[in-house]
Each structure stands twice: as C-alpha cells, then as structure tokens.
C-alpha cells in the first residue's frame, strides 16, 4: 500500500478503497499488516475491521516506532481494535 491522505474520504471511499486493495483476501487467509500503514488511525482501523469481517487472520507488527510516535503527534492516540 501506499501512503495517501484520507482525511478527507467518506467512510464509504475508505472502505471501496481497501475493498480494491485487498480483492484476493477472503477467509481463512493469513495477513501479516505493517502497522501503522502511516494513512492516519482511520484507515488502519477500518482495515483490520473489513480484514476481520471477511474472516481473514490478521497479524500486526510495528516496524518503526519513531514514526508511530510521530503519527500519535499528528493523528491523536493510536489504538488497536481488539
């Protein structure tokens, strides 16, 4: 992916989005998610939701600290869907 900004997508643009993305995806699949993607905390959750929705296994990790440190500076407080 890409990094773009969102912030002035409707929710429905976000989604058709990561529907385009990640057409292949269907469940049971395992998906290994740099996080943050660095398109704001929208994006990363709506992601891992759809990701969720269809059933698909979805592991996190977090390859740059600073920069998700910097991301909470500019976004506000970055959560993780449980």
């Known amino acids: 992916m890409y990094r773009y900004n969102g ?3 409707s929710d ?7 529907d385009r993305i ?3 995806v269907a ?3 395992f998906l290994v998610y740099q996080y943050p993607g660095l ?5 990363e ?3 891992i939701d759809c990701m969720k929705m269809r059933g698909a296994c ?5 390859k740059r600290v600073l920069l998700a ?11 993780l869907p449980k």
């Open 39 to 43: 398109n704001g905390p929208r994006f």
């Open 69 to 79: 440190a910097e991301q909470t500076v500019r976004f506000g407080p970055i959560t």
């Open 58 to 62: 979805v592991d996190c990790f977090t």
């Open 22 to 24: 990640t057409a292949a």
């Open 45 to 47: 959750t709506r992601f």
């Open 7 to 9: 912030a002035y997508e």
């Open 12 to 18: 429905q643009a976000v989604d058709s989005r990561i």
């Open 27 to 29: 469940a049971g699949d």
